[in-house]
């Protein structure tokens, strides 16, 4: 058995933890979102595996006092590597940082583990090519279990509370992990060479497992309350079609008791009564704006109140639909997609000074085999975008999932949703296959 004295506790070699720390970064790079095209990224990779090399090379030169110096100067170095080579927020380089520094300990402690189990037998181009397979094995692992919780469409951020959690369990992992080779008299110390690198791997692989659950329950956390925000915003839009259909339904019973009240002022011969009750007509009807009406109540409700949303900003709408073609989807679903739509056009055209044409053009119609549902209107140019998707320019809650809430009812039913733009006007389509049966089967069998 190997003791705690002779070639069991001798120093992993510079090249070895250069060689690690420098493949953490890259399998982050691989699974994230990256700042610049591939020939750049290489280029930046090259760059980086030189100077986490050079600084490793540098401090094994220099006595044990700046050993602690030499580990944070080459975590500075897997720090920039990440911020250059990822497009992400200083924030979520930090974040990232963590992660790679624990990724690399990991690796360097396992493969040395091993290592030094066949201690002084191997020698060093095969101990190189060693360590190579063994960083290679846990890099795919990582690779395998970690490429979920990094979606390379978008860029990549973390809060100050995860990023001060990620550099806590990384700042204690490398405290505990290397105890033992700083003193041994502790409660916490290994004694003995195998204990004492045993020790090492197993506090260096908790501590990753540690970092990969709080980003595994931070983005549960963050998808529940998303799902939560959607589900809030579609019984709102729910609840106002319920509220604007009733009003709809209150402006039918007043059109039909108007006939009653005009034959009332007709038959009225003072002038004087007939003007006040003719004004008492007109205060009881003027809060009541223009019914569209295009074959589709749920439809008619939507279009209705998103107008006098509209008119309130000066914004000219046009509707030509035939609301028929769009009987298939249930209530909830018609008012997510119209309703998201119409919102985002209305926020969109609100962007252009009031001195230039604000409009929105609304179209349901038949084309081949498919109903078209298209909502154009004209806006400032500005086309703000994470990745392939795009976000909102308002902040708050409730914000940031209309056009994710209208992808969702469009594949509910088949469709296909596509975005279009130009400096002048900003389009919405909709493609849904033109058979309603179909489509209400498609949607009954998914829910």
Request: with cysteine; proline share 2%.
């Amino acid at each position: 058995m190997n003791d705690v004295t002779g070639p069991v506790l001798a120093e992993i070699p510079r090249h070895l933890t250069a060689l690690a720390e420098w493949g953490a970064c890259v399998v982050y790079i691989l699974m994230a979102r990256r700042r610049f095209g591939v020939a750049a990224t290489v280029s930046i990779c090259a760059l980086g595996l030189i100077v986490i090399v050079g600084i490793q090379i540098g401090a094994g030169q220099l006595p044990i006092a700046w050993w602690i110096p030499g580990m944070l100067a080459a975590a500075a170095a897997m720090y920039v590597f990440g911020y250059l080579a990822i497009d992400t927020s200083a924030r979520g380089a930090g974040f990232i940082a963590a992660r790679t520094f624990v990724l690399a300990e990991l690796a360097a402690s396992a493969y040395w583990q091993i290592d030094r189990f066949y201690a002084g037998r191997l020698r060093e181009d095969v101990q190189t090519l060693g360590a190579l397979l063994v960083y290679a094995a846990i890099f795919a692992v990582v690779l395998f279990a970690e490429r979920r919780q990094f979606v390379s469409r978008a860029r990549f951020d973390v809060s100050g509370s995860q990023l001060v959690g990620a550099v806590a369990i990384c700042v204690a992992t490398f405290g505990i992990s290397n105890l033992s080779f700083v003193s041994s008299d502790t409660p916490f110390s290994g004694r003995f060479g195998t204990e004492i690198l045993y020790i090492r791997t197993l506090v260096d692989l908790c501590g990753y497992i540690a970092l990969h659950v709080q980003l595994r329950v931070h983005q549960e956390a963050m998808a529940r309350r998303d799902a939560e925000a959607m589900a809030q915003l579609l019984r709102s839009q729910h609840d106002q079609y319920e509220i604007t259909r009733r009003s709809i339904d209150e402006v039918n019973r007043k059109h039909h008791d108007m006939k009653h009240h005009l034959d009332a002022i007709r038959s009225e011969q003072d002038a004087s009564t007939r003007s006040r009750m003719l004004d008492d007509l007109e205060d009881s009807i003027r809060r009541y704006g223009a019914v569209v009406r295009t074959g589709n109540h749920v439809l008619d409700a939507i279009v209705t109140a998103k107008l006098a949303r509209a008119g309130e900003r000066g914004i000219e709408v046009s509707v030509v639909a035939d609301g028929a073609l769009l009987d298939f989807m249930r209530p909830l679903e018609l008012t997510s997609l119209v309703g998201n739509a119409l919102d985002n056009a209305i926020e969109g055209a609100s962007t252009l000074p009031q001195d230039q044409p604000r409009m929105i053009k609304l179209a349901v119609f038949a084309q081949d085999d498919f109903t078209m549902v298209c909502v154009e209107n004209t806006f400032d140019g500005l086309v703000i975008r994470n990745g392939d998707r795009i976000v909102t320019r308002q902040r708050g809650q409730g914000h940031g999932y209309g056009l994710r809430n209208i992808e969702t009812a469009a594949h509910a039913y088949s469709g296909a949703l596509s975005v279009t733009s130009d400096d002048r006007w900003f389009s919405l389509r909709v493609l849904f296959p033109a058979s309603a049966e179909a489509g209400m089967a498609v949607a009954e069998a998914r829910v």
